[in-house]
Structures are given as structure tokens and as C-alpha cells.
């Protein structure tokens, strides 16, 4: 078996389902048509968790393809990287590269085998306008897309568009698809035999996305240097949503100027620490992950203060930004609501809520176990922008989070069509309201 192209794929449960499995079964088929080979019963190509039949040792199935297939292919995506088990896959895989080392960025050096596939358009893992900051640096050197071939323009024109739109697109769609699944296939028939690592129980793996690799490697990791302030790309209309947090707790400032606020929050990245509360860093992510799945771009920013204590400055941002069509959501931070937001506070955010200068979503969270009381601040009949209360629960707040984004898109859709008040879609009025 060590002779053949054996090949782990692994990926996000997230991102699993019918084109996803398809692609990893289309991969396996013509592994085996390419190389001729003819599997003994119960033998397999490729090793993926939804195999391993019900009963049989999960971890022992995953620890003995992850240290003897010849190959580990990665569906890249944003959950990836945050997913504890992905990163044990991977880390027990590279541990068994030879020469692995790390350089002066944090980037892992003398990977072998590691094939990573992107699975999402490029903006998935674009943040700020910032093209891949969105992917974690120990991966920044591996080559994730397929090799290129001189003189052959189809498959030039293949990488572009699966640059361009991700995998799962090409899957979909079939644009492309044969030639960027012959290009993978072609990599992982002629990688090299690997050595069998040792056996691991995958339980007591480490996640290769949190590691300290600096240490195991005993490696001094390099001083953090600001970059300087730089204008970055501009939110794009209909595509994108400036999401404005009114929060008292920490936050990291991302190192650039912006004209749409007065700065923006830097989302945490895996393997990185963060001074931004953990509990707001999380709602950061969800909300992203809402808006990756509507097709939209996500900046978190804030203004000076974070409470407004007067409505004109956040205003006016909201303003801009319903005029130039780009959607413009105000994120309220239970823990600012109440008694405690002070009676300037509460005019200042009342006004804003009730403003009709600008056209976009306001969002109550429940945070660490804080149940939103912005129906207590300002009445439902009082209000010209939607108020969309969300749990805690990662998975319910990015299903909410998701539905509210693409009825902004159909309204906006709607009104640029001419539409009148009565023909555009329901919207959330206020929360607990049912629809």
C-alpha cells in the first residue's frame, strides 16, 4: 500500500456536503484509472472520516491514514482554521516532513506532500482588501493550486478560474473542472514516496494552527512590527457590509486609515493572539461567516468612542454609506444597553436608531449570557431601521446573521428596480418578531 497514491482528505464538517464528497470520490476514481491499480477488498485510495464504518475505532482509522498515506490534501476555507481537528490532522501529517523547519515570518519550511486546495472564491480568504491574510502564515509557502503546464492554455485558463472562484465553484458549475481535476490528480500520483510516521493517537495530536512552532523548533520568533498606516481597498456597493460596533470591551485596532470610520477592528487570525475580548472576537468571526456565505465582503469598524455620546459623527457614516449602496449594520453590544449606556448615550443611540438617513440592519446579540434589552431603550414603532436580536450559539447567531444579509441584498435589489414599499420584502422589526 506504501506504493500507492494513498491520499488523507481533509476538510471542515462545515464545508462537507454532496460537492464536496463528490470531488473527493472523483479524485479516487481516476487515481485508480491513471495508475491501473486494482484494490484487494476493503481497500481504499483515500481516507475521509464519513468512511470509517459505524463502531470502528475512529481515532485508530484517522491516526493509521494519517501516518502511512502518501499524500494529505486540505480543503482550505475559513472554518479550517478554525477547527481544532483539522489543525491535529494536519500537524500529525507535516511531523512527518524530514527537513521541516520554519523561517523568520512563522512560514513552515520543507513541507512535504501537503497538497492544499482552496475551496471558496479568492475574497473568502481575503480581509480588509488585504489578498490571503485571511490564511494562516505556517501555510504561506505551500503552493495551493494545481501546477501549470507550457503551451497549455486550458489549463492556464483552469488555475485562473480556480483562483479566482474556488474549487467548490469549479466542481459546481463543471467550468474547468476536468482539467483542474486531472492537474491535482497528476500531483498527488507523482509526489514522492513519504515515510510512515510514527504511530499517534490522534486524540493527543496538538493543533497545528495554535502551535507554538517557534518553540519546537527552538527558533527565537521575530519582534512584531507595526506596518504603517496605509489606505486600503474601498467597500464596494451591494458587496459589501461595514458592520459598526457599539462596545465597551477591547479591541484590537487594525493597522490601517479608512475614510468610512474612524478606525477598524482587527480580526483575530488562528495562531495569532489578540488583545480583542474573546467573546467579541468570536461574534467578529460569525458575523464574517454570515457574510462569506451571502457573498459579501466584511469590515468590522468602530468609531471615537465606540459609545457614541452624541449621533452625528456614527451618523454621518451610516449616511455615506447607505448613499454609495454599500450596507451599513450597527452591532450593540448588550453590555452598553440600559442604565448603564448614561442618559447622553441613550439620546445619542436612540437618535441613530430612529435616524431615516441611512438604510441598513441593526444587530443585538446575546453575549456572555446577556440577553439584549434594546426593545427596552426604543419601541419597535419608533424605529426606520430593523433591529435582528441573535443567541450565542455560534451556529443559530451565523443562520440568523445570514437571512438578515441576504433579504438586505433583495431589498436593495428591490429598490434599485424600482420597487415600491409595499412590493420589497419583509424585514425583522424588532426582536422575537416572527416572520
Not at 261 to 282: C, K, N, R, V
Request: charged share 25%; proline share 9%; with cysteine.
Amino acid at each position: 500500500m506504501s506504493d500507492f497514491p494513498t491520499f488523507f482528505f481533509s476538510h471542515a464538517r462545515q464545508d462537507r456536503g454532496q460537492i464536496l464528497l463528490h470531488f473527493y470520490e472523483d479524485i479516487e476514481k481516476r487515481l485508480l484509472r491513471w495508475t491501473g491499480i486494482v484494490l484487494e477488498p476493503n481497500q481504499l485510495l483515500g481516507t475521509i472520516d464519513n468512511r470509517i464504518p459505524h463502531g470502528d475505532d475512529w481515532d485508530e482509522n484517522l491516526s493509521r491514514g494519517l501516518s502511512n498515506s502518501k499524500t494529505f490534501v486540505a480543503i482550505l476555507s475559513p472554518t479550517y482554521f478554525e477547527r481544532p481537528n483539522c489543525g491535529k490532522e494536519l500537524s500529525v501529517f507535516l511531523l512527518r516532513s524530514a527537513k521541516l523547519g520554519i523561517d523568520s515570518n512563522g512560514s513552515l519550511t520543507g513541507v512535504e506532500n501537503v497538497l492544499p486546495i482552496r475551496w471558496y472564491p479568492a475574497s473568502a480568504y481575503r480581509r480588509y482588501g488585504s489578498p490571503d491574510d485571511a490564511i494562516p502564515e505556517i501555510l504561506r509557502l505551500i503552493e495551493d493550486g494545481p501546477a501549470a503546464q507550457p503551451g497549455n492554455r486550458e489549463r492556464t485558463r483552469a488555475i485562473e478560474k480556480y483562483r479566482q472562484k474556488g474549487m467548490e465553484r469549479c466542481v459546481r458549475r463543471g467550468d474547468y473542472y476536468d482539467e483542474l481535476l486531472d492537474a491535482f490528480v497528476e500531483t498527488i500520483r507523482d509526489m514522492k514516496a513519504l515515510p510512515p510516521g510514527s504511530p499517534v493517537r490522534f486524540s493527543e495530536a496538538f493543533d497545528a494552527f495554535g502551535y507554538d512552532w517557534f518553540g519546537h523548533f527552538k527558533v527565537q520568533p521575530p519582534t512584531p512590527i507595526a506596518p504603517p498606516p496605509v489606505m486600503i481597498r474601498q467597500p464596494t456597493p451591494l458587496t459589501s457590509i461595514v458592520a459598526f460596533y457599539v462596545t465597551g470591551r477591547t479591541v484590537e485596532r487594525y493597522p490601517t486609515l479608512v475614510d468610512f470610520a474612524d478606525y477598524l477592528i482587527s480580526e483575530p487570525t488562528p495562531g495569532h493572539q489578540t488583545q480583542t475580548d474573546p467573546t467579541l472576537a468570536a461574534l467578529l468571526a460569525d458575523v464574517r461567516k454570515a457574510g462569506l456565505a451571502e457573498g459579501f465582503d466584511v469590515y468590522h469598524a468602530a468609531t471615537e468612542p465606540a459609545v457614541p455620546s452624541e449621533p452625528n459623527h456614527l451618523l454621518t457614516y451610516l449616511q455615506r454609506l447607505s448613499q454609495a449602496r454599500v450596507f451599513p449594520v450597527v452591532v450593540i453590544d448588550p453590555d452598553v444597553e440600559g442604565d448603564g449606556l448614561g442618559n447622553r448615550g441613550r439620546e445619542a443611540l436612540t437618535e441613530i436608531l430612529r435616524s431615516s438617513k441611512w438604510t441598513g440592519l441593526v444587530v443585538s446579540p446575546t453575549l456572555d449570557g446577556n440577553v439584549p434589552k434594546i426593545a427596552e431603550l426604543i419601541t419597535a414603532s419608533e424605529m426606520k431601521t430593523p433591529i435582528l436580536a441573535v443567541p450565542e450559539n455560534s451556529e443559530a447567531r451565523i443562520a440568523e446573521l445570514s437571512r438578515a444579509f441576504f433579504r438586505l441584498r433583495v431589498l436593495s435589489a428591490s429598490t434599485t428596480n424600482g420597487g415600491s414599499e409595499s412590493e420589497r420584502p419583509p424585514m425583522l422589526q424588532g426582536p422575537g418578531v416572527e416572520n
